[in-house]
């Protein structure tokens, strides 16, 4: 069964008797992972309620275009964004045809229009409708633009006739729906991933850290879910939205750090750290705030545990990747660290060039791995990110 995790799937339901369907499709489809919106038309509310859509689905139905209230939570074009792929069962006769015009008379419609996503179609209508040449140069039309038709199928029909035109079940949609999405790179596979800087206390005011802003971190989750992975961020404390389609997990101090990490670590199938950890924390923590006095003083520091270290040296460790923060001597510090730390590949940061690195909006690495390394010439973090995805499903793959 293919999955369709961290999918958003908007499902239209236009007004047909296969529209009763909808419920159980809308079930399928969150069984494979999908987070799912609905719009309904008005005639599909004359064959079920959007209360049933709304239950199954775990949000608000959609029905109108020119309803400010609604406008006001999604509107329509934040719906048509939304969308990961519109599927539309059933899709009618008339809601073929309107599609096919390009109408933008209702919501459905509209945001058929003005979503870039992808276009499944499932139809459902009578027979001889099906057959109509009217039906048949609509559906053309709609193929040349690039939607996807999944049944119909046939047999009896719901008003006593015999041929195509039933709507496909609810199981057979969710598989083409999920089959449309299986060339992500990293397509079901549960990926775990720290990022930004951790502050380790020394009173209820200070702290030590470092000027890790989470941007690279973060790019990289947002490839991970980008390439079909189940993504969880270990995040310090960055002052950036948490991205879409991603769960976010919200840490300070290393040590925090390291117990989220341990417990996602044994169920997840690759684990990136990218966070600056604090190497060392203050012995303790002073319960009150520290008052100035002598002209000097010390502070005493303890070891943090190395979180990426503890992950790759766990039983059955999942796919393991570091990075490598260096101001000289990069590469034979990272091949070092890839050793010590049992690590399947690293990235090779150099960051004494202000331009990339720590805060910058631009990066430039070098990836190594056992077999192998990749320069990635410098751009963007969001590009550096899809590239270094690319090399760990490619790498990953290889090893297990
Ligand atoms: O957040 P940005 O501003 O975008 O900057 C990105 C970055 C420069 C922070 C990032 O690209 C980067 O290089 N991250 C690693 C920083 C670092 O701490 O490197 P390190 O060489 O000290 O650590 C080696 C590896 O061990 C890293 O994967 C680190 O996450 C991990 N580590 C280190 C110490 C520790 N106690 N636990 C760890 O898991």
């Known amino acids: 069964m293919a999955h369709l995790f961290n999918r958003n799937i908007l499902l239209g339901v236009s007004g047909g008797i296969a529209a009763y369907k909808s419920a159980e499709l809308v079930r399928q489809l969150r069984?494979?992972?999908a987070w799912v919106r609905v719009i309904m038309t008005r005639g599909a509310?004359?064959?079920?309620?959007?209360?049933?859509?709304q239950a199954l689905s775990g949000n608000p139905v959609h029905t109108e275009l020119l309803d400010a209230t609604a406008e006001q939570g999604m509107g329509h074009i934040e719906l048509?964004?939304?969308?990961d792929l519109l599927l539309i069962a059933p899709a009618t006769a008339d809601l073929i045809a309107r599609l096919s015009a390009g109408r933008a008379d209702d919501l459905l419609t509209t945001v058929a229009l003005a979503t870039p996503a992808p276009v499944l179609l499932a139809p459902a209508m009578n027979q001889q409708m099906w057959r109509d040449a009217a039906t048949t140069a609509n559906v053309a039309t709609l193929r040349a633009r690039g939607?996807?038709?999944v049944g119909p199928?046939?047999?009896?029909?719901?008003?006593?006739?015999?041929?195509?035109?039933?709507m496909e079940e609810p199981p057979v949609i969710a598989e083409a729906a999920a089959r449309l999405f299986a060339s992500g790179v990293l397509d079901g596979k549960r990926v775990v991933i720290t990022a930004g800087p951790t502050r380790e206390a020394l009173d209820p005011v200070r702290y030590l850290s470092n000027h890790s802003s989470g941007k690279m971190g973060y790019a990289l989750a947002r490839a991970a879910a980008e390439a079909g992975a189940r993504t969880t961020l270990v995040s310090g404390p960055v002052d950036l939205q948490a991205p879409d389609r991603v769960h976010t997990l919200p840490v300070t101090s290393a040590q925090q750090m390291l117990q989220q990490c341990l417990a996602l670590a044994r169920e997840c199938d690759i684990f990136i750290a990218c966070a600056a950890v604090a190497d060392y924390r203050p012995a303790q923590i002073q319960q009150r705030k520290i008052k100035k006095g002598a002209q000097q003083t010390s502070l005493q520091l303890v070891r943090n545990p190395d979180i990426l270290a503890t992950v790759a040296n766990l039983e059955n460790s999942p796919f393991c990747v570091g990075f490598a923060a260096e101001t000289n001597d990069l590469l034979a510090y990272a091949r070092d660290k890839m050793q010590r730390k049992n690590l399947d590949m690293i990235v090779a940061n150099d960051v004494s060039d202000p331009a990339v690195g720590f805060g910058s909006d631009d990066n430039e690495v070098t990836v190594l791995w056992r077999g192998g390394e990749a320069a990635l010439a410098r751009a963007g973090k969001n590009t550096i990110a899809r590239q270094i995805?690319?090399?760990i499903a490619r790498c990953s793959a290889a090893d297990h």
């Open 80 to 83: 048509a964004r939304w969308a």
């Open 389 to 391: 995805v690319e090399l």
């Open 153 to 166: 199928a046939a047999g009896e029909q719901a008003c006593g006739d015999v041929g195509p035109g039933r």
């Open 31 to 33: 069984e494979r992972g």
């Open 147 to 149: 939607a996807v038709l």
């Open 45 to 53: 509310r004359e064959f079920i309620t959007p209360l049933t859509l």
